[in-house]
């Protein structure tokens, strides 16, 4: 096609084909016009990941708007030739998808009321991971272990907040019909226990003292920012004053003593404090002969067995004199 014929179709608004080369044109004006700016953008946040992020997505969703606008402007002359088709059309398209729609709404949700963000640690419609990378229809998981205790139903193999290395999607229509769980959207850190179980014959005053003072001596810092948070979330919402210094409890459970200690920490370095803490606490018991309790369990057998093993077994008693 000659460069003449082609610049008449793209002024050319009445035909079909003037139309589609029009359309055309402006799909690709703005395909390069998002690259220039999303390059512009990366070069001036090149040191900060979330500007960068928000601003290359905020770049595409207004050139997107621009080109929709401009191609409903372009092809708005044949809408009363369509409205028939259109208006039968409508309710299917409407009905096939609600899932997209809902999907865009939670979308409108997530960002309107600040549920989570890209860099948050989240769980949501039962996958926990850190969030990296929010569109209108889905969000994007990089999905971290569960912990021993949870449910037999965890689809994770690793036993622990840590990445399995899985990006999981997940609808953003999910966040009207599941609970979210955000880890760190006001506060960077979490409380967190370690348990103990010793022997109610040991010194469990002291293997509290222990466990108690090893808490105390990890990460001192991070409480006094703690402190700070919770001041600072406490002007937004209405809430209870909570403890953030070490504290221990103790019940008897089994027959034995269990302690369990309760602290704060970072919510990324959850496992490393717990790490830290008992492997101290550990050595120390040792040091003080304080043994950890282990349940023991008995197995009865019914008579039939016992009788049988009885009856294999010699006379406990000498023979009886005729």
């Known amino acids: 096609m000659s460069p003449e ?3 008449e179709l793209l002024v050319d608004t009445d035909s079909v084909a003037g139309l589609a080369v029009t359309t055309l044109t402006i799909v690709l004006i703005a395909a390069a016009a998002r690259l220039v700016a999303i390059a512009l953008v990366r070069r001036r946040f090149a040191d900060d990941q979330y500007r960068r992020y928000w601003s290359a997505k905020i770049v595409t969703y207004v050139i997107v708007t621009i080109a929709l606008v401009a191609l ?3 092809w708005a ?22 899932e997209v729609i809902g999907a865009l709404f939670g979308w409108v949700n997530i ?9 948050d640690r989240v769980e949501v419609a039962g996958v926990r991971g850190d969030v990296v990378d929010i569109t209108p229809l889905r969000t994007t ?7 021993p205790s949870a449910s037999a139903g965890a689809s994770t193999w690793v036993s622990a907040r840590q990445p399995t290395g899985r990006m999981v999607t997940v609808s953003n229509k999910k966040t009207f019909t599941s609970p979210v769980f955000n880890y760190s959207a006001h506060l960077d850190w979490i409380w967190e226990e370690v348990v103990f179980a010793v022997s109610r014959d040991d010194d469990w005053q002291a293997a509290e003292a222990i466990v108690l003072e090893e808490m105390c001596a990890d990460e001192p810092e991070l409480r006094r920012e703690g402190e700070a948070a919770l001041t600072r979330l406490g002007e937004r919402y209405l809430l209870s ?18 302690i369990v200690g309760r602290f704060v920490t970072a919510v990324r370095g959850a496992r490393r404090a717990k790490d830290r803490i008992v492997r101290r606490v550990l050595a120390r018991f040792c040091e003080h002969s304080i043994a950890l309790a282990y349940q023991t ?5 019914d008579g039939d067995v016992a009788a049988a093993r009885d009856a294999a077994q010699p006379a406990a008693h000498g023979p009886t004199s005729a």
Not at 88 to 97: E, K, N, R, S
Not at 141 to 147: A, K, T
Request: hydrophobic letters at 50%; glycine letters at 14%.
């Open 5 to 7: 014929r082609l610049l």
């Open 72 to 74: 409903i402007a372009l």
């Open 77 to 98: 002359p044949l809408g009363g030739r369509l409205s028939v088709i259109i208006g039968f059309a409508t309710a299917g398209v409407a009905f096939a998808m609600q």
């Open 111 to 119: 960002l309107g009321g600040r549920i989570y963000t890209v860099g």
């Open 141 to 147: 998981l990089f999905e971290i272990g569960s912990e």
């Open 241 to 258: 004053r909570s403890e953030v210094e070490p504290q221990t409890y103790v019940r008897v459970a089994d027959g034995d003593v269990e």
């Open 297 to 301: 369990y008995s197995v009865a057998f």
